[in-house]
């Protein structure tokens, strides 16, 4: 991944919003905590846009037919223990 271009900017914010920003993705420092929050944005604008699109455009009878095509789902990953790799918590 080829790094990007990173300016410096004065912005005006709400530090309160930056803190709590920050203990919901672990403490990192203020620009982390921006660029954390930019990525997520763009992530979901372009989600809602993709929503927006399909909804103006329905599925036709083929496409819908193939959501009903059986689908075996094997990762090959019986041997790891996501429990303890991840902290299983009920």
């Known amino acids: 991944m080829v790094p990007m271009a990173r300016d410096k900017a004065t912005i005006t914010l709400d530090r309160q919003k930056v803190a709590r920003a920050s203990a919901l993705v672990g403490g990192v420092n203020m620009s982390e905590v921006i660029d954390i929050a930019l990525d997520r944005l763009i992530r979901s604008e ?45």
């Open 46 to 90: 372009e989600l809602r846009r993709d929503v927006a699109a399909y909804l103006r455009q329905p599925l036709d009878e083929d496409e819908r037919a193939l959501a009903w095509i059986p689908v075996q789902l094997d990762l090959d990953d019986d041997d790891v223990d996501y429990d303890l790799d991840y902290g299983y918590q009920p």
